[in-house]
C-alpha cells in the first residue's frame, strides 16, 4: 500500500487533478530562504485630528498665537476676566491644552513655555501640515524581514516561509546586500505595511543588521500524466500545510528549465508516450466521457458531486492513492461481509480504520480484518483488536506475513473483489501495483470463494471458543433485575449475533444452536417477567380509577402513570394496556357527560318508582318526557296498586310543565335502526332520545332491555342512584375545573 507521504500528496491534489491524469510520483527539491532581523528608526504618520487641522491652519496665517489667543478664535472660554465678563471654562482650556501638547510631542509646533503663550510652527510643521499628516519617531524599532534565495521574489517571501518548517543552512549562494536600504525599502511594503508604507508615509532609516540566518525547506514536485497526449504537469507541495502551493507552483511551471531538470531526475531516461500502454479501452473512455461531463458542470458553475459518485461507482481501475483516500466510501457499498486483508500499514490506513469501525459497528454487517503485525504501531493495532473483540460484528487479526491486499464486499450473494492490478501505464517507467482493480466474482468462482472461507475458517478458530464461552457465560448469569429496561431484549438478541458467521461451520454449528436456544429461554422468561410486571401495573391503576372521583385532576394523573409505563415497552406489549384503556376512555366520556348541560330522557318506570325526580334532577338539567310514556302513565292510572304513583308523577309533571327546562317530544321511529321492532314502547322512548343526540342526552331507566339498546346507539343509560352520582360529580368537577380563557365581567 501506498505511503503515509502519498496519501497526503494524494488529498491535496485531489481537488485540482484531472480524472485522465494519473498521479505517477513525486520529486524531492530544495529551497532556499533567509531571515533577517533589523532596528532602525522608523517615522509613523498618523492622521489630523480637526482640532490639528484648525490650529496648523491659523498659525499658517498668524505666524504666532498664544493658546488664548488661538481660544478666542475657536469661540473657546480660556481667558478668566470677570471686568470683561469673561469666565474661563477648565474642560474647553484643558481640551485645547492637550491638542496644543500633542503637536508639541509631534514636533509640529513650538509652545514657547509650559503655558503655550508663543506658539508657532516648526519647520517639520510647516513640511508637513500640508499633507494633513504628523509624525510620530521611533527610535531602534525591531522588524524581521525575508529573503526568497531561489526566486529572488522578496515581496512574497514572508507570506510563503514565516511559518514554514525548514533547516537552517551555513552557506547562501545568493549575493543580496543584506544591508542596503534601498534594496530593502523594494519590497518591505509587502512585508511590513505598518513599518514601511509610501502611500501613507510611514518609513524608516539609519537600519541596522541585527542578525540574519540562512534555511533550506524541501518541497515536492507532483507529476501528473495525462492519458491522453502523455504530456506531464507539475504541481509543488508543501508538507507544513499539506497542501499544493500556489506560489512554488507558478514558479515551476514557468521556469521550464526547473521543471525539466526536476521531472528527468524523476524519470531517468527521456521518456516516449506509449499508445499500446494506455490503459483498456472501456476504462480509457470512461476517464474521458467522465471528466468531459465535470469540464461542462464547471463552465455552467454546476455541482459535479454526482458526477464524482458515478465515477467512483462505474470504474474499473482506481489509482492506489485514491482508493485509500475513499476507503470507507468504497466499503459502504458492501450489504453484508467484508474481508480486508493490510499488506502494509501507514497512520493514514490506521485513522480509516477507526473510522470504519465505528460506522461498521453502528449497522448489521460483519467486518473481518487480517492487518500486518507492524511492531511500528503496535498500540494503534492493539486498540482496534480491542474495539473489534467489544462489537457485535468486527473481527481483526494482526498476523506476522500478509501476501498481498485484497478486500472483498459481499453484494447481492457476489462478491466485489478490489485488489493490486499490475496494469501499465502510457509512460516506461517501473512502478509496481499502481493501481487497484475491480472485479465481480460470482458464486461460481470457487477459487476466490474458497479464499474467503479459508479466511473465515482462520477468524473462527481464533474467536469462536472464546465468544462462545463469554456469551454463554453471560447468558447464564444475565441480570433480571433489569427486566424493566426495555433495552434489555435488545441485548439479549444480540448477544449471539457474532457468532452468526461462523453459523455454516460443520464444526461449530451444534455449539450456536445451543446458545440459540439458552438465548430464546432467557428471552421468554425475560418477556413472562415484563408481562406479569405490566398485568399488575395495570389492574393497579384500573383499581386506582374505581377508587377516585371521577375528576380531571385524577384522571390526567392517572393518564401520565400509564404514558410513562408505556414508553418502556415494546410494541407487542402494549396489547396488556387495553382494559386500563378502556376504563380511561370509559371515565373521560363520564366525565365529559357530567361536564355538559344534560338531556335527560324519562322511562315510565322511573316516574313509578321516584314520582319527584323533577326536583331531583334540577333546574341546571334538560328534562325529556315522551308522548309515550305520558300514554304509559295515564294508563297506569286505573291499576290499583300503581294508581297513586303514576297520578302524583302527572301532577309533578304538570307543576313543572311550564319550566323553561322542561320538554316534551313524540318518537321517531325511522330514526332507528332497522331491525328495531318500532311498535315498542321502549323503542318509541329510545327514539325520542336519539332526537336529542346532539343535546349530550342520558336514558333514565331501570329496564335493562333498554339500557342496553340505548348504550348500542352510543347514548348513555342511567339509574336513579348512577344519575345521583353524576350530578353530585358534575357539582365537583364545575367547583374544580374552571376554563382558562374565560374572561372575568
Same mark, same amino acid.
Given at each position: 500500500m501506498i505511503s503515509n507521504l502519498e496519501y497526503n500528496i494524494y488529498k491535496a491534489i485531489e481537488q485540482d487533478k484531472k480524472l485522465t491524469e494519473i498521479y505517477i510520483g513525486y520529486q524531492e527539491f530544495d529551497w532556499f530562504f533567509t531571515k533577517a532581523s533589523y532596528s532602525a528608526t522608523c517615522t509613523e504618520a498618523i492622521d489630523f485630528t480637526l482640532f490639528d487641522k484648525t490650529i496648523c491652519g491659523l498659525l499658517q496665517i498668524e505666524e504666532h498665537l498664544s493658546l488664548e489667543q488661538i481660544g478666542e478664535i475657536l469661540g473657546f472660554n480660556v481667558i478668566d476676566n470677570p471686568t470683561e465678563k469673561k469666565y474661563k471654562d477648565l474642560a474647553e482650556y484643558e481640551i485645547l491644552k492637550e491638542a496644543l501638547q500633542s503637536l508639541e510631542e509631534f514636533e509640529m509646533i513650538e509652545g514657547g513655555d509650559i503655558y503655550f503663550s508663543y506658539c508657532t510652527l516648526t519647520p517639520t510643521g510647516k513640511e508637513y501640515v500640508k499633507k494633513g499628516k504628523k509624525f510620530k519617531i521611533h527610535e531602534n524599532k525591531k522588524f524581521r524581514l525575508f529573503f526568497d534565495n531561489t526566486n529572488n521574489d522578496h515581496s512574497k517571501a514572508k507570506e510563503n516561509f514565516e511559518f514554514l518548517k525548514a533547516e537552517k543552512v551555513y552557506e547562501?549562494?545568493?549575493?543580496?546586500? %543584506?544591508?542596503?536600504?534601498?534594496?530593502?525599502?523594494?519590497? &518591505?511594503?509587502?512585508q511590513i505595511p505598518e513599518i514601511y508604507n509610501p502611500e501613507k508615509i510611514n518609513s524608516f532609516k539609519d537600519t541596522i543588521l541585527q542578525n540574519k540566518a540562512h534555511y533550506k525547506t524541501t518541497l515536492f514536485a507532483i507529476f501528473l500524466l495525462d492519458i491522453n497526449t502523455g504530456k506531464h504537469r507539475t504541481l509543488v507541495y508543501e508538507k507544513t500545510s499539506s497542501k499544493i502551493s500556489n506560489y512554488f507552483t507558478v514558479f515551476i511551471q514557468n521556469n521550464q528549465e526547473f521543471d525539466t531538470q526536476y521531472f528527468n531526475s524523476f524519470i531517468p531516461s527521456k521518456y516516449k508516450f506509449n499508445e499500446k500502454a494506455i490503459l483498456n479501452e472501456k476504462h480509457f473512455n470512461n476517464l474521458n466521457n467522465f471528466q468531459d461531463k465535470i469540464d461542462v458542470a464547471i463552465q455552467e458553475n454546476e455541482n459535479f458531486t454526482q458526477i464524482i459518485e458515478e465515477y467512483y461507482n462505474n470504474i474499473k481501475f482506481i489509482e492506489t492513492e485514491l482508493f485509500i483516500l475513499k476507503f470507507p466510501k468504497f466499503i459502504e457499498n458492501s450489504e453484508s461481509e467484508i474481508w480486508l486483508s493490510l499488506d502494509k500499514i501507514n497512520p493514514n490506513i490506521l485513522d480509516k480504520l477507526n473510522i470504519i469501525f465505528k460506522n461498521i459497528a453502528k449497522q448489521d454487517k460483519f467486518l473481518f480484518v487480517n492487518i500486518i503485525d507492524d511492531n511500528t504501531y503496535e498500540n494503534e493495532i492493539e486498540k482496534l483488536i480491542n474495539f473489534a473483540e467489544k462489537s457485535k460484528n468486527i473481527y481483526m487479526l494482526a498476523k506476522d506475513s500478509i501476501e498481498d491486499f485484497d478486500c472483498f464486499l459481499k453484494i447481492n450473494n457476489n462478491y466485489v473483489k478490489y485488489s493490486k492490478s499490475n496494469l501499465s501505464l502510457p509512460i516506461e517507467f517501473d512502478r509496481n501495483n499502481y493501481f487497484i482493480e475491480k472485479s465481480i466474482i460470482s458464486k461460481t468462482n470457487l477459487i476466490n470463494n474458497e479464499k474467503i472461507e479459508l479466511q473465515r475458517n482462520d477468524f473462527a478458530d481464533n474467536y469462536f471458543n472464546f465468544l462462545y464461552e463469554n456469551i454463554k457465560q453471560q447468558l447464564i448469569n444475565f441480570d433480571y433485575e433489569k427486566q424493566h429496561d426495555k433495552q434489555i431484549l435488545s441485548d439479549l438478541k444480540v448477544f449471539t449475533q457474532k457468532l452468526n458467521p461462523f453459523s455454516e461451520i460443520e464444526k461449530y454449528n451444534k455449539q450456536i444452536i445451543n446458545l440459540e436456544n439458552l438465548q430464546n429461554a432467557q428471552i421468554i422468561k425475560i418477556k413472562e417477567k415484563r408481562k406479569s410486571n405490566i398485568i399488575q401495573i395495570t389492574s393497579k391503576n384500573i383499581q386506582e380509577l374505581d377508587s377516585s372521583e371521577y375528576t380531571y385532576k385524577n384522571l390526567e394523573r392517572i393518564k401520565s402513570k400509564i404514558n410513562n409505563e408505556k414508553e418502556k415497552c415494546f410494541d407487542f406489549e402494549l396489547d396488556l394496556f387495553i382494559q386500563v384503556d378502556k376504563k380511561i376512555n370509559f371515565i373521560e366520556k363520564e366525565i365529559e357527560l357530567i361536564s355538559k348541560r344534560k338531556s335527560i330522557i324519562i322511562d315510565t318506570n322511573i316516574l313509578i318508582e321516584e314520582p319527584n325526580i323533577i326536583k331531583i334532577i334540577g333546574s341546571n338539567q334538560t328534562i325529556v318526557f315522551s308522548g309515550k310514556v305520558i300514554d304509559e302513565l295515564d294508563k297506569l292510572k286505573t291499576r290499583k296498586e300503581l294508581k297513586e304513583k303514576a297520578q302524583n308523577a302527572i301532577r309533578n309533571i304538570r307543576n313543572h310543565q311550564k319550566d323553561k327546562n322542561i320538554r316534551f317530544n313524540t318518537s321517531k321511529v325511522s330514526n332507528l335502526p332497522d331491525d328495531f321492532d318500532k311498535k315498542s314502547p321502549d323503542n318509541m322512548i329510545l327514539s325520542v332520545a336519539i332526537q %336529542?343526540?346532539? %343535546?349530550?342526552?342520558?336514558?333514565?331507566?331501570?329496564?335493562?332491555?333498554?339500557?342496553?339498546?340505548?348504550?348500542?346507539?352510543?347514548?348513555? &343509560?342511567?339509574t336513579i342512584e348512577e344519575l345521583k352520582i353524576l350530578l353530585k360529580s358534575n357539582t365537583q368537577i364545575t367547583k374544580n375545573h374552571k376554563p382558562k380563557n374565560k374572561k372575568r365581567k
Open positions: 547562501n549562494e545568493n549575493s543580496i546586500d %543584506y544591508d542596503d536600504e534601498d534594496i530593502l525599502k523594494t519590497f &518591505a511594503e509587502h %336529542y343526540k346532539k %343535546y349530550n342526552p342520558v336514558l333514565l331507566t331501570n329496564d335493562k332491555g333498554l339500557q342496553i339498546k340505548s348504550e348500542m346507539l352510543e347514548i348513555p &343509560a342511567k
